[in-house]
């Protein structure tokens, strides 16, 4: 069983930066794939990107591509999603989840595990 913690939410103004982490426990992660999900209220829950198991080989949705970075430290069995030049559109509850391969994937079945969330809001 793994447990996700997530962290770094907050309110921010347009243009702004947030660094999120997500720290997993009861065992390693570092030979999964790693995601990033988002849902915004009244929304379903949408990919925002993946990092594979040694963090090589990453893929972002298209309206973040270009402002978000994932990356992870298998040391420290940590995510981070670096979120530059947010926008109000990027509002959501930004969740990780650790995927059951080892390659990236965007599929939401392909994640055994999810955090809690950590609230994101982007005022104008």
């Known amino acids: 069983q793994v447990q996700l913690v997530e962290s770094g939410g907050g309110l921010v103004q347009a243009g702004d930066s947030l660094r999120l982490s997500c720290v997993a426990s009861?065992?390693?992660?570092?030979?999964?794939?790693m995601g990033w999900f988002r849902q915004a209220p009244g929304k379903e829950r949408e990919f925002v990107t993946t990092?594979?198991?040694?963090?090589?080989?990453?893929y972002y949705a298209d309206p973040v591509k270009g402002r978000f970075t994932v990356s992870r430290d298998n040391a420290k069995n940590t995510v981070y999603l670096q979120m530059n030049r947010l926008r109000p559109e990027d509002t959501a509850v930004y969740y990780c989840?650790?995927?059951?391969?080892?390659?990236?994937?965007?599929?939401?079945?392909?994640?055994?595990?999810w955090g809690q969330g950590t609230q994101v809001t982007v005022s104008t």
């Open positions: 989840a650790v995927s059951k391969r080892l390659g990236i994937t965007m599929t939401y079945r392909e994640y055994a595990y």
């Open positions: 009861g065992r390693t992660v570092s030979h999964n794939a």
């Open positions: 990092i594979n198991w040694s963090g090589g080989s990453t």
